[in-house]
């Protein structure tokens, strides 16, 4: 059975990347940094739902109520609109208005400086911080929009359930959502037992 991780990694490697990623990084380069993102959105996006090795703990309380599958793809559509995962601001480079992380992120009330200063970075740790402050913002605008595009322009505004720009976001979305569906249907049917190759059935003892 393929796993969320792989259908991000997946997903992350077929969008368009950022011009400059051409000749800022190598194709192995490339494939390495985009896995430590899709590492990070599956981690991310497991803790934010207290799945497996967070559940039961009480370092964990849920922020996200959908399914993890939809957090992901959130995850890779606002930080493919936000910074096109480009390994510059990805590394630490600040984008508009100084915000950081591919996710572009600024600090404030539910991110206090100092933790937001620690977010930037190529590596597991710093990117996996990233992707959950990005979970725990996405999750405030659902809890506070109650839908996708409401959550997608607070995300972008951080102030109004209604933005010009989410129905692109939204798009963007829609698409990852089901191509993800769809990866993973083809994962099953792959693993699914070809006709008459299931188990063979034991033969009566005795006559017949």
Do not use: N
Not at 81 to 88: I, L, Q, T, V
Request: hydrophobic share 40%.
């Amino acid at each position: 059975m393929i796993g969320l991780r792989e259908v991000v990694l997946g997903l992350l490697l077929h969008l368009p990347p950022w011009y400059g990623d051409a000749t800022a990084e190598t194709p192995v380069q490339r494939q390495d940094r985009i896995g430590v993102i899709a590492q990070a959105i599956d981690d991310a996006s497991l803790r934010a739902v207290c799945g497996e090795d967070w559940a039961g703990s009480d370092l964990c309380t849920p922020v996200w109520f959908g399914e993890r599958v939809d957090l992901a793809m959130l995850l890779v559509t606002l930080g493919w609109w936000e910074s096109r995962f480009a390994r510059y601001v990805h590394a630490g480079a600040p984008g508009a208005g100084g915000a950081l992380t591919p996710w572009q992120l600024e600090h404030g009330e539910h991110l206090p400086w100092q933790r937001w200063r620690a977010l930037p970075g190529l590596k597991v740790v710093p990117t996996t911080e990233a992707a959950w402050e990005a979970s725990r913002a996405i999750s405030l605008g659902m809890g506070h929009c109650g839908t996708v595009r409401g959550a997608i322009s607070l995300y972008a505004t951080g102030q109004s359930c209604s933005w010009s720009g989410a129905d692109r976001r939204l798009r963007t979305y829609v698409h990852l959502r089901s191509r993800a569906e769809q990866l993973r249907h083809a994962a099953r049917v792959r693993h699914l037992p070809s006709p008459g190759h299931g188990p063979a059935k034991a033969r009566r003892r005795g006559g017949g």
